[in-house]
């Protein structure tokens, strides 16, 4: 089993299709998406087309929650399994597309991973107005942030990897902010909460998608359409 990494795929698979194309993978290689699949967006039959199309892929997707589409408990027909020593959702119809349980610990090969998702939208107004979708649970509540952290506490506040979709307020890339962005308005606690959690780990390495950008701080890689080999 190869386990792969790449950012936002927003509903367009297409950079993991042509990534397949060239590498022939089994179907029980491993494609990590850090959030925002866009696979649970709409909430109807365009959803499921994309999922058929996406579910031809010859890799198993493990996709974290972002800030733009449902989650799988929002969404009827979703069932669980334990994927990798952690719990996952998943569709019968698709069975190689699965959403991980934020605060879940995963297994992949030497690597003992935690998953936690979500953000804020700071296109949240833009969509109210504008009649798009937009999830008012999109980041997560107290009792996700309970069990991560109760999670992580069990193991001795240690783990390989992170695997969230934003990052750590400390280490927001401000250089990508959109200019028209009045960042003095955009709800930063699910930062501010991973900022007393980077604090209080000890880590190897710390993936994460949402801003839209390529770049390595510290132990932080923050991934967009790059694919990389999920590694120390």
Request: proline share 3%.
């Given at each position: 089993m190869n386990v792969y990494i790449t950012g936002d795929t927003h509903g367009n698979f297409l950079r993991i299709d042509n990534f397949c194309r060239k590498i022939n993978p089994e179907p029980d290689d491993v494609m990590i998406v850090l959030g925002d699949a866009g696979?649970?967006?709409?909430?109807?039959?365009?959803?499921?087309?994309?999922?058929?199309?996406?579910s031809?892929?010859?890799?198993?997707?493990?996709?974290?929650?972002?800030?733009h589409e449902m989650r799988p408990t929002d969404v009827p027909g979703y069932l669980t399994k334990v994927f990798f020593g952690g719990t996952v959702w998943y569709e019968r119809n698709y069975p190689n597309i699965l959403f991980a349980k934020d605060g879940e610990m995963y297994e992949f090969g030497e690597y003992r991973c935690i998953v936690i998702g979500g953000a804020y939208s700071v296109d949240?107004?833009?969509?109210?107005e504008h009649g798009y979708n937009w999830f008012a649970n999109e980041q997560p509540d107290d009792r996700i942030k309970a069990y991560v952290e109760?999670?992580?506490?069990?193991?001795?506040?240690?783990?390989?990897?992170?695997?969230?979709h934003t990052c750590p307020l400390k280490y927001?890339?401000?250089?990508?902010?959109?200019?028209?962005?009045?960042?003095?308005?955009?709800?930063?606690s699910t930062e501010q909460w991973l900022d007393t959690i980077e604090d209080r780990i000890d880590y190897r390495k710390?993936?994460?998608?949402?801003?839209?950008t390529a770049k390595k701080i510290d132990k932080i890689q923050f991934m967009y359409e790059d694919i990389d080999v999920l590694q120390i």
């Open positions: 696979l649970n967006y709409y909430g109807n039959n365009s959803d499921k087309r994309n999922k058929h199309r996406v031809q892929l010859p890799i198993t997707l493990f996709c974290i929650h972002g800030n949240k107004w833009y969509r109210l109760k999670q992580l506490a069990d193991n001795n506040n240690t783990i390989d990897i992170v695997l969230s927001e890339p401000k250089e990508v902010f959109l200019s028209c962005i009045d960042q003095s308005k955009v709800d930063k710390w993936y994460c998608g949402h801003y839209h």
